[in-house]
């Protein structure tokens, strides 16, 4: 069953992550509030940024990246939070990674990518797109966001449109391979990819906001009300 667990905050939370691994989790949101949890109770970190932070991801305790307002990207190596130069002020929505090596960041500017040592712009996209969500697998960067907009990145090739079939805003991708992709967003929207882009009905039409597939036939996706 669900269990309430008592976060040390009244601060909006806007994103989770948890690395199965190590069984942590880290929770970021509004004044900049980070949270971390250990097995036993949430704490709060310090991380020397006040900016609000909208996402995070880790692939391990070591290597935690949390991103939010003004261009504001934070590594975390387990032990304390450093600010990494972003080179924009342009708020950032989404971050997730492969390893420490390969970690992308979209900001309202473009893509960003962590090669190991700098952050740097990959990719500008239209001016009218706002990337929410990002999501890697093999060689493949996949990026969703407003008006229905889907990017793949390939390899070396840069970001390519991906015909979606839908123009509603689209906030959470997640996958178990490269053809097998699920996009949630507004009004229930419900995609999933096998080469294609395909609706699938779902039976609601509350707004999907976050999105975890685990297998291809257990995936789960939360919203509103």
Known sequence: KWTQLLSTTTQGLNGVYADPVSQMAWAVGTGGISLTWQGSGWSSEQKGSSAALQDVWASSPTNV???GATGTVLHGDGTSWTVVPSGTTQPCDAVFGLDANNV???CRNGIFKWDGSSLQLLENLPAAVVVSTLWAF????WAAGSNGSIYRKQGAAAFAQVASGTSNYLYSLSGTASN??????FNGTTLHWNGTWLTVA???TE????LTALAANDVWAVGSN
């Open 65 to 67: 990246w949390a991103v």
């Open 104 to 106: 992308w960041v979209a």
């Open 138 to 141: 093999g060689n493949e960067v």
């Open 180 to 185: 097998d992709i699920w996009a949630v967003g």
């Open 202 to 204: 779902n039976g609601t």
């Open 207 to 210: 707004t999907l906001y976050r």
